[in-house]
């Protein structure tokens, strides 16, 4: 079972990412539990959980957070217990904060907002992705990891777009492949109201009257690692 932890803040945005992920896993097999990061210690038994994904934020994981030693203790478990691990954006951020510490973060001169080819390396999360466009929306990132992690993704402006730690099945994805085209262009209309530097942010590597392709083939092999 999969063991959803939902860090974002605005109860808007937590239901929309909910909803994104609930029409992306009921078109798989998975059976999955959603709590948001504040009600961690609710969880009664993290052993019932096979994979753990952990979602982005409007949070800044260069703060500190009230959860976050709940967010500390849960990953730990899933590490030590050598649990497949998925950061998306905060949670890639997060993930990579804990192990190496607020060294390996930086806040970006602007931020990255759109659409964005994503180039990949050799890896089993990205079986099968042949249309490497994903959603993206952060003003921090992960610019320094240690030798214990490999760098398996990055875009023009962002050099570590995804990591694998160790030879564990721990990553962490800058990227939302969780998001389809109709869902990201709301969110991306909604921030071009509140976001002063929008229009000179703004990437679109988009073909014309392209969608996002299998993308979110990289949620489902995820979900098939054993």
């Not at 959980?49 to 730990?76: P, Q």
């Not at 899933?78 to 497949?84: H, T």
Request: overall charge negative; hydrophobic content about 40%; charged content about 25%.
């Amino acid at each position: 079972m999969l063991l959803v932890l939902n860090c974002l803040v605005d109860d808007k945005n937590a239901d929309e990412f909910d909803r994104a992920m609930s029409i992306l896993l009921d078109k798989t097999n998975c059976v999955y539990q959603t709590f948001r990061a504040c009600q961690t210690d609710s969880i009664a038994d993290l052993h019932q959980f096979s994979h753990l994904l952990i979602s982005g934020s409007e949070a800044s994981a260069l703060d500190d957070n009230s959860w976050d030693e709940l967010l500390v203790n849960t990953i730990g478990s899933f590490i030590a217990d050598k649990k497949p691990v998925l950061g998306i954006c905060y949670g890639h951020q997060f993930l990579a904060r804990m192990i190496v510490g607020k060294r390996c973060l930086k806040k970006r001169e602007q931020p990255e907002i759109g659409w964005v080819k994503i180039h990949t390396y050799t890896n089993e999360l990205f079986k099968n992705v042949n249309d490497k466009v994903s959603f993206v929306l952060h003003y921090d990132e992960v610019t320094y990891l240690t030798d214990d992690f490999q760098i398996i993704a990055s875009s023009q402006s962002c050099p570590v777009h995804s990591y694998q730690y160790k030879d564990l099945p721990v990553w962490g994805i800058q990227f939302h492949p969780e998001y389809n085209l109709e869902q990201s262009r709301e969110i991306l209309v909604a921030y071009s109201k509140i976001e002063p530097k929008f229009g000179q942010c703004f990437i679109n590597d988009l073909d014309k009257g392209r969608d996002l392709g299998n993308i979110t083939q990289v949620i489902k092999n995820f979900l098939e690692v054993r």
